[in-house]
Structure formats: C-alpha cells, structure tokens
C-alpha cells in the first residue's frame, strides 16, 4: 500500500528553494496550512480505503456509540469510527476491531437503551417519538455491530465528512411540522458542524429540499443522499442516526451542541434570507401617529377563518397599528393582477420571510401561519387567538412558549363560544361546548374534525380590544425614571430606564455564562455579518491534493511603523509555495480608483465597510501583535489566525488579548 507523505514532510522539502528564509516561519505557515486544509493526522497514515475497508483487525478503530432512547420526542444515536450505511436495505453497521462484539462492550455493561449482549437494534429516525400513527409509516433502520468481513464493502468513501441520517416522511408538507419536526431538529443537530456536514435522508422529497433550500443551504454544503434511491454503502467516520427534539417550536439550549438557542436559529434566519430587522420598533408615548408600528393579520383560506376581518382590522388601526392582512402563501401578484412566474415554494418563502420581517407584531387564530413567527423581529409582539374546545394548553405549547424563547412578547385571547362559528352548527347544551374533555379523550382525529375543521372566529371588538392595546403598550419604550445631563449638550434626557456603565467580561471575548440570553462571541461574529452585510460564516476546507483547484487565502496585515515585517517579500513567497493565495494589507488604506486616484468616500465608516468584507474573503491571517489582528472578528469561522509575538516576555499578554 502506498503511504502519502505528510504535509508537514512535503512542506518542508519545497522551502530548499529558499534559503534565506527562516526554517521557523516555514514551519508555522506549514502548520496553518494543516489547519485550513483540516486532515486529522491518521488520515495522512493511511488511505481512505484502508481505514474503512481493510479486513485486518488491527486496522479497523475501536467504535464510540452514545445513545438517547430515553427523551420523549425522539431517539438518536452518535456514532464514531467505521460506520458504512446502506440505505437499500436500511442499515448502518458499525465495524469492530474483532468479531462477536456486543453492546455491551462498545457502551459498557451498564446501559439501560439496549441489552449488553445485543449485537443490533432499531431505530426510526424521526422527532414524533410518541405519535404511533404517524410513527407506523417511518422506515426503521437496523444498527448492527460488525467485523470488517462482515459488513459489505464501500462504494462511497466520505473520509472527513459526517453525517446525519433522518427521516423526511411523516407530517413533511405541514408547514408547522416543517420547523418543529425537521428544520430546527436539523438545526440542533448539525448547527455545530459549521455546514461540514452530509444529510442522509429517508423519504426524501424533492420540492421540500427546494422550498427549504436556503435553510438547507446554510446547515450543509455537501450533496444530500436519497437512501432510497441510492443503492451504494456510502462509509464515515461519523453517523448520527435520528435528530435532537426538545419542545416544541423551540430548543433548550442547555441540552444542545454549543448551546445554541433559538435566538441563534432566528439570527440563522435573517443570515440566510437576508431579512434587514433584528428588533421591532419602540415608540414613543404619544408619537404613534408620526412612527407607526404594524401589525400583520395572519389569514386563512379555509377553517379558522377571521369571519369579521375588516372589524378587527378597523379596530387595530384605531387603536395605532398601520394594518395588513395576509396568508403569506399566495404567490405575489405583478401589475394587472398578473401572478409572477416564479411561483416555487422557495421563492414563497423568501417572500414571506421578508414580509414578516417587516412588521412589529402579528395576529392569527392558532394554526400553521403562526409558524412564521420565527421571522418577526426580536422585541415584536405575537397574538394568537384561541378558538373553542380545551385547545388553550395546546395552543400555549405551540406558539406561546417559542416567542419567548426568541425574544418576544406572547398574548393570547381565548375566545368564548358566541364568537364560535360552533354556536351556528350545535346548541350551547351540546357536549362540544360543556364538556370537550371527552371528545379530546375519544381520538385527536375528532378534536381536528370538529375543533379545527368546523370552526371559524368572529371576535367581540369590544373584548378584544384590550388585547390590541397591550400590545401596543409592550411596543413602547420604557417608562420615564432617570435624568442626565452631557457634556456639550444642556439638555435635560428623559428616559423610563438606564444603565450606567458597560458590561465587560474578558480581552477581546464574551463569556455567555454572564451575558443577557447567553450571547457569545459567535453571536458577536454574526451580528457583524448581519451589519456589514458579509457572506462568509466558514472558511474554506480543501481536500487533500486540491489546493490547487481551491487555494486557501491567506491575509497577511502590514504596519507602517513599529512591529514591521523587515522580510515581507520573503514571508509571501514561502507562504505561496506551501499552498496559499496571499494578499497583504494594513486594512485602514483607502482603496484607490483607476489611475490611481482615492475614492472619494474616505470616511471611517467606508473604511470598515472596506476592511470588513477584505477580512471576511479570506481563510487565514498572519500578524505582528498589534491592533491590526482586531479585524479577526470579520474572519469566518474555521478560520486560522497566526500571531507572531515580538521579544520582551510578553507572551502572555499577546495569548490573552488576541489568542483567546
């Protein structure tokens, strides 16, 4: 078998060529380029082939499986070494050193999810767990334990990237069910992974990967695999089998990978359908004629319909709401009622995206269309009305707790049964208005046929009216409670709440553990790209052999005085041989025109527009300790930042204000 060389071993025997340059320097650029490049040492030791297919015992990696059959909305398993998945048969077979392995030896005696001497279980990867209905149509995946001789051989090697295996069946086409049982357990799972991840997915459906591409985009930028259409056994070092749950329309950020929050995923949101607002207006008291906040009413083209629409309407702008009523659905019309031609469900969601974006608060009877919510603004103020038959729990469940989960206000207005369309079809003596308790216990399929099948709302105005105003109180600023005079302005400042002074946790860095809502340097990285609109989340990972189709850049910062690099000519050309794309520059020069003449917005803000998006295409940064290595934060994530630390013993100094 031919063994490659080393990168570090190529590396060093192409710096001959240079002399004069410093074998140090080489080393280091040589070490950053392992890290762009991302190969984990074992794999330079031995071929993809060999580590998943070679039948002899010593070279097959000792597996790691962590299991969760216990939680109530799904079971997922994490598998670490040589897994081979076959989707035509439905099975993932975990390779073992040796044969005979049992549970029990790759988990320990003492887990409770499996028998310690099984040597495979079953799995259906899917997030309705308790739901049998719906769980009876989910295909269930074997995982067996196996010697290399005994699991069939690869035809697909993924040798650095893992994977998640999921299904796409059961309520895919429900928009509801599209966030809560696939889009955000997808966005637990996977977030972490920085898009270096590959979605084996089950039941695959087309238009739901089209409708949702952005978002899918954004999670992976690896192909997705239709098991059922691919017949091949495609071979990681890791699998995750299943997706993690945890309630609904929300994530518990305790239980999740870097604790992610459902703040993250609606930031994750606006990133990828580049939505402009991260908070809902604030008005002042009495200023609502001069800024407006707007409020979307959610419609319905059937059931659970708002039967006195233009009233509710009325009342919301008399109350101070500008007012627009829609189903987020129906495609968007061109001039001479014309519908446009780019009809798709991703060109819908995009639509829709942004025009929820674009309001301060939103209105809707308990549905699907609520689901939306996720694109509201932080700080924005969602309604949900509650139609009849014991759905108050439900509904709170739904669509009460992620608005709070994600920043915003919650009121809910739970309607009596004279504003029921209900009260037409039954008398008020009738079990579905005294007692709903028995037709919830009888089967969900009559509580959906009556409760949410039978019944539109027609809303007393003069009872909902309070709610229409709390909400636009919640949309104010605080109340007045502090003065303050400034230097160079003798004005008095009212305000309803102040803090004085900053919180400030470490150089350069957050610690989330003290933050409001948990926010970390991370959130930071993505609010800079939100603001200065930069397309970059991850840098870039070459495969070995490719570096040169796909060449990592490499930013070296330049300084004008003090802490110069003496050899800089010399330092591109090593880092141009060992495999870079090399730029230099100090980021605060003004870009020129042609002839070289400046351009003419040479404000401080134009330059960070300039230095930002500069930083942000490039996957790699070389510095001299300085202030120059600040511009790491518009760096993409993966990224390899190299700081070179002059003479003085300051080592510490420069490994806490920059290395952290």
Avoid at 145 to 171: F, K, R, T, W
Avoid at 492 to 510: A, F, N
């Amino acid at each position: 078998m031919k063994v490659p060389l080393p990168l570090r071993s190529k590396s060093l025997k192409k710096s001959r060529g240079h002399p004069s340059c410093s074998l140090s320097l080489l080393l280091l650029i040589a070490g950053v380029q392992f890290l762009v490049i991302g190969k984990p040492f074992p794999s330079l030791l031995m071929d993809s082939r060999s580590f998943f297919n070679l039948a002899e015992e010593e070279f097959v990696p000792e597996p790691h499986v962590s299991c969760e059959f216990n939680d109530t909305r799904s079971d997922f398993c994490e598998l670490a070494g040589a897994i081979r998945v076959r989707g035509s048969t439905s099975e993932v077979f975990i390779v073992t050193p040796r044969r005979g392995t049992t549970a029990g030896d790759v988990v320990g005696a003492n887990a409770t999810w499996i028998a310690a001497d099984a040597t495979s279980w079953k799995m259906k990867p899917y997030t309705r767990k308790g739901e049998s209905r719906i769980m009876n149509g989910i295909t269930e995946f074997t995982l067996r334990l196996a010697s290399a001789s005994e699991a069939p051989a690869c035809d697909v090697m993924h040798e650095d990237v893992p994977a998640v295996l999921y299904s796409n069946g059961g309520y895919c086409g429900n928009y509801y069910h599209d966030f809560n049982d696939n889009i955000i357990p997808l966005f637990i799972t996977t977030r972490h992974l920085g898009r270096e991840v590959q979605l084996l997915v089950t039941y695959k459906q087309a238009w739901w990967f089209g409708k949702y591409g952005e978002i899918v985009d954004g999670l992976t930028r690896h192909e997705v695999v239709d098991l059922d259409a691919d017949a091949r056994v495609h071979c990681y070092r890791s699998v995750t089998v299943g997706l993690r749950s945890h309630k609904d329309l929300s994530i518990d950020p305790r239980r999740a990978p870097n604790n992610v929050s459902m703040v993250d995923f609606k930031r994750f949101l606006m990133w990828r359908y580049g939505l402009p607002r991260e908070h809902a207006i604030r008005t002042e008291e009495g200023d609502e004629e001069r800024r407006k906040p707007r409020l979307l009413v959610v419609t319905r083209p059937s059931r659970r319909r708002f039967m006195n629409l233009e009233e509710i309407m009325a009342a919301a702008e008399d109350v101070g709401f500008e007012v627009t009523a829609s189903d987020l659905m129906t495609p968007a019309k061109k001039q001479g009622d014309e519908t446009v031609k780019d009809d798709s469900g991703q060109a819908r969601m995009a639509e829709a995206s942004a025009t929820v974006n674009a309001f301060d608060a939103m209105l809707a009877v308990h549905g699907s269309g609520l689901t939306n919510l996720v694109f509201l603004p932080m700080n924005a103020v969602v309604m949900q009305v509650v139609p009849l038959g014991r759905m108050e729990g439900l509904a709170m469940d739904e669509y009460g707790v992620p608005p709070r989960d994600m920043n915003m206000r919650y009121l809910q207005y739970n309607i009596t049964a004279e504003e029921s369309t209900l009260s037409e079809l039954y008398p008020r003596s009738h079990p579905v208005f005294m007692d709903p308790g028995p037709i919830h216990k009888q089967s969900w399929s009559l509580v959906d046929e009556i409760y949410l099948g039978k019944q539109d709302v027609r809303l007393d105005i003069a009872r909902f009216r309070p709610v229409l105003e709390k909400a636009l109180k919640l949309l104010r600023a605080h109340p007045k409670s502090a003065t303050k005079t400034f230097d160079g302005d003798a004005r008095v400042h009212c305000y309803r709440r102040v803090t004085v002074g900053l919180k400030s946790h470490k150089d350069l860095s957050i610690d989330r553990r003290r933050s409001p809502n948990n926010v970390s340097m991370v959130d930071f990285k993505r609010f800079l790209m939100w603001r200065y609109s930069l397309p970059r989340e991850h840098a870039i990972r070459t495969e070995e052999d490719d570096e040169e189709r796909r060449r990592p850049r490499l930013l070296i910062i330049t300084r004008r005085s003090k802490r110069r690099f003496m050899n800089l000519e010399e330092i591109v050309a090593a880092a141009e041989e060992v495999g870079f794309e090399v730029t230099t520059s100090d980021l605060m020069t003004p870009p020129k025109k042609q002839e070289d003449e400046a351009v003419v917005d040479d404000s401080g803000q134009a330059r960070m527009a300039d230095a930002s998006a500069t930083v942000n295409a490039v996957n790699a940064m070389l510095a001299v300790h300085g202030s120059g290595l600040t511009n790491l934060v518009f760096l993409p994530m993966n990224a390899v930042v190299v700081q070179v630390v002059p003479l003085g013993g300051m080592e510490g100094l420069h490994y806490y204000t920059v290395g952290i």
